[in-house]
């Protein structure tokens, strides 16, 4: 009871330090990614600090994966170069041992990582994914900062407005240059408004001037209006519009079991299958001399869940392209990780060695 109840404590407390330190970290990455974002017209502004949680919850199956890993490797190597681990084995415990209470800690982290693979990083995507589609329709005129010349959202006419105007559909002297069939046209007006006719929004444009020259040098057109509509941005409700894989649902997945749906599913599966295999390659890895420290112990470690996770990735774009099936990838990537995990914890259990397998076949001679 003793030996379960100092480990646990323990794992608790360096657990909860590196979750930490990890969330801090990606949450600072991950708000310059979407200022950038921001700064480029891809997310709202005002929706910058929402978009970074939303991404932060996206990547907690790695980041809980990768403190549980960390604190396992952390707290077994500070046994070992503590001394304790000696002791341990002394009285009668061997390495094998330590795998009850290490997964008796874990399974509540392996479940909580099952729940953000399955159904919070889709969910989290599919927010993210809807606020930027929302960003993206926006009209024309609410694209446009009073005094700049600014693209629309299909990149085909610049606009220049003098938006006086409180209500975000209206603005006033409006400038618009654009390129059709061969053709520079500018139209200018003292006021224009949105419009809504069926899903579409049009610019309506009142008392202007429209001016139409060919690229190639040739006749100018020049008509005036009192009342001039063109479309503008994107439909309102483009219900046809296909959302990403990584933002779809996991029953969706299985309902739909195309070649990419079923690599972004392997990923999801693979990360809970992937947190399994890191609590017993921890237990394996994290053995160390104490008298060379513990340094290239854990950059050691963090080497290898930095090749398994990418290898994960890897096989994701693989099945998702079908070049490998999914089963014969999990099989091989998660069941190899699993095989090679429970033979190098045997070598350390029972203090295996080439010596120790070669001295029976030189007795018997």
Same mark, same amino acid.
């Given at each position: ?21 990890? *969330? ?12 950038? #974002? ?44 503590? %001394? ?7 009285? @009668?415990? @061997? ?6 209470? #290490? ?9 909580? *990582? ?24 926006? +009209? ?15 990149? #085909? ?20 240059? %654009? ?40 006749? *100018? ?12 941005? %994107? ?22 079991? +195309? ?21 017993? #390659? ?58 090679? @995990? ?10 295996? %060695? ?12």
């Amino acid at each position: 009871m003793l030996f379960h109840s100092s480990i646990r404590k323990e794992l608790s407390r360096s657990f909860g330090a590196t979750l930490v330190v990890l *969330i801090t970290i990606v949450m600072t990455m991950m708000l310059i990614r979407t200022l950038g #974002l921001a700064a480029k017209g891809s997310v709202n502004p005002s929706e910058v600090f929402l978009v970074m949680t939303y991404t932060v919850l996206g990547y907690m199956p790695t980041i809980l994966s990768l403190s549980l890993f960390i604190a396992i490797v952390g707290t077994l190597s500070r046994m070992y170069r503590d %001394s304790e681990m000696v002791i341990w084995f002394s009285s @009668g415990r @061997g390495l094998a041992d330590f795998a009850p209470p #290490l997964f008796r800690f874990a399974w509540p982290i392996l479940l909580l *990582i099952a729940v953000f693979a399955l159904v919070g990083w889709p969910w989290a995507n599919s927010q993210t994914q809807g606020m930027r589609d929302q960003y993206q329709r926006r +009209s024309d005129i609410e694209r446009v900062s009073p005094g700049e010349f600014r693209e629309s959202s299909g990149r #085909l006419r610049v606009f220049f407005i003098d938006k006086d105007s409180p209500d975000s559909a209206t603005a006033s002297n409006v400038f618009i240059s %654009s390129i059709e069939r061969n053709r520079q046209i500018v139209t200018s007006a003292q006021s224009g408004r949105i419009e809504s006719i069926g899903d579409t929004r049009y610019l309506m444009l009142s008392n202007g001037q429209r001016l139409e020259r060919p690229l190639i040098p040739g006749e *100018i057109k020049i008509s005036e209006f009192q009342s001039y509509g063109a479309k503008v941005g %994107s439909d309102i409700d483009p219900a046809n519009r296909a959302s990403p894989v990584r933002a779809r649902t996991t029953l969706a997945l299985l309902r739909e079991p +195309s070649t990419p749906n079923r690599g972004e599913l392997a990923w999801r599966i693979g990360m809970v299958l992937a947190a399994i295999n890191f609590v017993l #390659l921890a237990l394996t890895v994290s053995s160390s001399n104490p008298r060379v420290g513990r340094s290239g112990n854990l950059l050691f470690a963090l080497g290898a869940f930095v090749l398994y996770y990418n290898l994960l990735n890897l096989g994701q774009n693989w099945v998702g392209t079908g070049r490998y099936s999914m089963g014969g990838f999990m099989l091989a990537l998660h069941g190899g990780a699993l095989a090679l @995990g429970l033979l190098w914890l045997a070598k350390r259990h029972f203090n295996w %060695s080439w010596r120790s397998i070669r001295s029976p076949a030189r007795t018997s001679t």
